[in-house]
């Protein structure tokens, strides 16, 4: 059974950089396309990026392209999120999920406010 466990949230003033981690269990994380989600109050969740199982292939929405890299560790089971130049609209709770995502692998994920 696949758990995904978030980190790495926090306050930060716009301009500001964060590192999410994406703690997954179970044997299979590496041979499946991943991808990090985002939820901002009152909003549809949404992709903000997405990695292939080796990692060499990662695609991005358009409103963070240039500012965040995604990466994975397939040897510690693991999925990042560097964030850089944050701004308030990048305000969200962040989840990570296989993509296209799959409804009972939503972990609790990790609240990033961005505000001065």
């Known amino acids: 059974q696949v758990q995904f466990v978030e980190s790495g949230g926090g306050l930060v003033q716009p301009g500001g950089s964060l590192r999410l981690s994406c703690a997954a269990s179970?044997?299979?994380?590496?041979?499946?396309?991943m991808g990090w989600y985002r939820q901002a109050q009152g909003e549809q969740r949404e992709l903000v990026a997405g990695i292939s199982p080796d990692g060499s292939t990662t695609n991005y929405a358009d409103s963070v392209k240039g500012r965040f890299t995604i990466s994975r560790d397939n040897a510690k089971n693991a999925l990042y999120l560097q964030m850089n130049s944050l701004k308030p609209e990048d305000t969200a709770v962040y989840y990570c999920?296989?993509?296209?995502?799959?409804?009972?692998?939503w972990g609790q994920g990790t609240q990033v406010t961005v505000s001065s």
């Open positions: 179970g044997r299979t994380f590496r041979m499946f396309v």
């Open positions: 999920n296989f993509n296209p995502p799959l409804k009972p692998y």
